[in-house]
């Protein structure tokens, strides 16, 4: 595949990997077993900085792209896009999906888009435009330290989850099940949505080398 078909077919990828983080996230809430690891992390902050839930947000994604610098981890335009799309996307799904009733169908809905963050995640890195800013830190500390990629989200995620907690963050079963679930769910996916005709290391590979000049030997 050439390179310019390609290039428009990553950048889609790319957004519907960053849609489907969005709405994954907007599930989840709308399932009421227990906010993300990441989310208790913000609300406990805001019982420590007089911050409201946002402005921690964006802050803490710039302390997490700060250690990305010891990590030798370097941003691309997928980062500065995860932190514009998935806000707008969540949002969204948050306006057309209502909380449901029961139990059963709660943790339907929470296993549902815990399953659509995995594919998420794994779609729109597959994209190779760059991480966002906390699963770059997973893809830094999973290449500095030789760790499959599910034991580096494991143990950030049960990191920032227990941090959170001690600052008051809300902890529920959702949130302990999440913790060590997503990175081993995002591992075996990785490969998969790297092996399209557009990916990356796809077309490095099938596009052809310019030759060079040739060089006459004189007889």
């Known amino acids: 595949m050439s390179r310019s078909p390609a290039l428009v077919l990553r950048f889609a990828q790319l957004f519907v990997g960053l849609f489907l983080y969005g709405a994954s996230t907007a599930l989840q809430v709308r399932a009421v077993v227990g906010v993300a690891s990441w989310t208790v992390l913000t609300e406990g902050l805001e019982h420590v900085v007089p911050w409201s839930f946002g402005v921690i947000t964006v802050v803490s994604s710039g302390v997490i792209l700060l250690l990305w610098i010891p990590l030798r981890q370097k941003p691309g335009i997928g980062t500065l896009l995860n932190a514009l799309a998935i806000g707008p996307s969540a949002d969204l799904v948050l306006w057309l999906v209502p909380a449901p009733d029961g139990l059963p169908a709660r943790l339907g809905l929470f296993v549902g888009g815990l399953v659509l963050l995995a594919v998420a995640t794994a779609l729109y890195i597959g994209a190779g435009f760059g991480t966002g800013a906390r699963d770059g830190l ?19 995620e049960v990191t920032v989850v227990v941090v959170g907690w001690l600052l008051g963050g809300d902890v529920g079963a959702g949130t302990v099940l999440a913790a060590f679930v997503i990175g081993p769910m995002v591992q075996p996916l990785l490969p998969v949505f790297r092996r399209f005709p557009w990916s990356p290391e796809r077309v490095a590979v099938t596009t052809p080398s310019t030759p060079g000049p040739t060089t006459r030997v004189a007889s």
């Open 138 to 156: 997973m893809v830094g500390v999973s290449q500095r330290f030789g760790w499959p990629i599910w034991v580096a989200r494991t143990v950030i």
